[in-house]
């Protein structure tokens, strides 16, 4: 005890001696809720009180003190809890960095003793299991730290990566949806849902989707990919609904493609196949005419051929390309296709004449030479034939590969609307 508060003590006790010598008189005292009553002096009774208002005051601050201590010790013991944690976690991330797994999991697991609810190191168990293909033990993990903290968007995130891994699509939505819920902005998780929507082909949620992603996106080059996706998905959204016989659908998503991108090429010929759906030849190849004096593509001169030639009219076809050769004489492409067009007529002499214009050292294709072997063979010259067969498989031809990605060069023997190698549409072309 401080000097100072004995000598308050003193000179209270000496004002109460004071005031005893002054004041002898007695009161009574009645305690509460009894009957009973006492009889004492007034300086008692002051002092009486003072010492039970003292007792008071040193339980208060008693019990004050040891909590102050209570939690101070358990304050310094989470902190050497923490302390142990960190240097375990620590210990483990730089095992993990150093491909030791099982010197990780010992780390984890002796965190997980320390605190079980530790999430973190839920989810770095969860990454080593997944790493390892351990994928079953990896969602378990992940689940752990998703009940111990529900809204844990990392905990989700893994967990829809697990579910994505093993095929389970409808799972992994659920578990997406759980984030968007959560947060509705969370452009991670609208971008894997659209990878999920795109893979089971439901267009017309992806749709929606997609104006979404494309409002969140900031990166200007990012926005532009997305809205390149959104023009995709929407002829997709197209192609269902044509190969559904939803006639109607179908043509309204095209033409409204063409009105995102009027360079968007498998638009124009998904449209003209709407129109051949509808028995309207006549405007289909109408509107494929039309449609080459704006884009120039060959894809759409090999659509036209198939339609004239079923038509029956040759001569039309004809015309189309010799006017389209007329504003492109250097294009050997065109004169290749014409060359061919003739063949398939069996016009010959007209056909070998095309073809031999073609300087075939600056236009290296296995194909014209496969044609012109084929054309000297009617004429019975065999040996040009022959030498032109061999010059065909000295280029080793693999026959029936025309269209080619603009892209990643992926070949394929049928047209598509979408590359089948790099997933990119409009890239595929007629490689004549």
């Not at 308050?8 to 305690?31: C, H, P, Q, R």
């Not at 947060?183 to 017309?204: F, P, S, V």
């Not at 900031?218 to 959204?237: A, S």
């Not at 290749?336 to 004449?353: P, Q």
Request: charged share 30%; net charge negative.
């Amino acid at each position: 005890m401080g000097k100072i508060s004995i000598l308050i003590i003193l000179i209270f006790l000496a004002a109460l001696g004071l005031f005893a010598i002054e004041n002898t008189d007695v009161v009574s005292v009645k305690i509460p809720l009894s009957h009973d009553v006492y009889e004492t002096s007034k300086i008692a009774l002051i002092l009486l009180s003072s010492v039970l208002g003292a007792f008071f005051v040193l339980v208060y601050f008693f019990v004050r003190d040891t909590k102050r201590v209570i939690d101070t010790m358990q304050y310094q013991k989470r902190q050497k809890k923490e302390a142990r944690i960190q240097d375990y976690y620590a210990r483990a991330l730089k095992a993990m960095l150093g491909n030791r797994d099982e010197e990780a999991r010992e780390a984890l697991n002796a965190i997980l003793k320390e605190d079980p609810e530790y999430i973190d190191a839920l989810l770095r168990l969860g990454d080593l299991a997944f790493r390892n293909e351990e994928y079953e033990s990896a969602l378990g993990y992940y689940r752990n730290a998703r009940d111990i903290s529900p809204k844990n968007i990392l905990a989700l995130l893994a967990m829809d990566g697990v579910l994505e891994k093993t095929g389970k699509d409808e799972s992994a939505l659920r578990v997406i949806d759980e984030i968007i819920d959560i947060d509705a902005d969370n452009l991670t998780a609208l971008c894997r849902k659209q990878a999920l929507l795109e893979k089971e082909g439901r267009w017309d949620e992806l749709l929606l989707l997609q104006k979404n992603i494309i409002k969140l996106v900031q990166n200007d080059r990012e926005k532009k990919k997305e809205e390149n996706k959104h023009i995709g998905f929407n002829y997709e959204y197209g192609r269902a609904s044509l190969e559904s016989g939803d006639i109607e659908k179908a043509e309204k998503a095209f033409r409204n493609v063409i009105k995102m991108d009027a360079g968007f090429l498998p638009a124009y010929l998904a449209l003209a196949e709407v129109m051949v759906a509808k028995r309207e030849n006549e405007e289909a190849i109408n509107f494929l005419e039309k449609s080459y004096d704006t884009l120039h593509s060959n894809v759409i001169l090999a659509r036209l051929e198939d339609l004239l030639i079923a038509e029956d009219e040759p001569g039309r076809l004809l015309r189309i390309y010799q006017n389209a050769i007329s504003k492109a004489p250097r294009d050997k492409g065109l004169r290749f296709m014409l060359g061919k067009l003739y063949a398939r007529l069996v016009m010959v002499d007209d056909a070998i004449e095309t073809l031999e214009a073609i300087d075939a050292g600056s236009y290296p294709n296995p194909e014209l030479h496969a044609i012109k072997a084929e054309l000297y063979s009617k004429r019975n010259q065999t040996g040009r034939a022959i030498d032109e067969l061999r010059m065909a498989s000295d280029m080793m031809r693999s026959k029936g590969i025309i269209f080619k990605c603009g892209t990643c060069g992926y070949t394929s023997p049928d047209w598509s609307g979408r590359c089948p190698g790099c997933r990119a549409w409009n890239v595929l072309a007629l490689d004549v």
